[in-house]
């Protein structure tokens, strides 16, 4: 490689740093700008909360959250009924929950985390039970 070659390659190194570091300034632009939004709203927020906290009369408890998650749910169901196996959509039913095939396919799902958990196991095909 003779010098001319190696000018030529060192210049288009350069011009592709360049680019690249052209290409960086204006992400860090761009999340400057959406930090300082978020930062903003998050100020908002914090301000909003202490407003309403003090125009809330003293005697009002706020609302606590639900605890009780789905997976709670269904390991409560296995816990009070021990040796029954319930396939998913039966689960549903049980515990008053909706039928409609994409919540039983996410139970489905949940059951399967549990089986590989060891909480649960299959005796059949779509069947879970609690493991004893």
Not at 16 to 28: F, H, K
Not at 62 to 74: G, L, M, R, S, W
Not at 81 to 98: D, T, V
């Amino acid at each position: 490689m003779n010098v001319a070659e190696l000018l030529a390659d060192l210049q288009a190194q350069q011009d592709e740093a360049a680019t690249r570091a052209a290409e960086l300034r204006d992400q860090i632009g761009c999340l400057t700008a959406a930090l300082a939004e978020t930062e903003a709203r998050l100020a908002d927020l914090i301000t909003t909360r202490k407003i309403i906290a003090e125009v809330t009369p003293a005697g009002i408890e706020p609302e606590v959250p639900e605890t009780n998650t789905t997976y709670q749910a269904i390991v409560h169901a296995f816990n009070q009924h021990p040796g029954r196996a319930f396939r998913a959509r039966e689960l549903h039913e049980l515990l008053g929950m909706p039928t409609d095939e994409t919540s039983v396919n996410i139970t489905r799902s949940r059951l399967g985390r549990l089986t590989r958990q060891g909480f649960l196991t299959q005796p059949g095909r779509g069947r879970y039970q609690k493991r004893t």
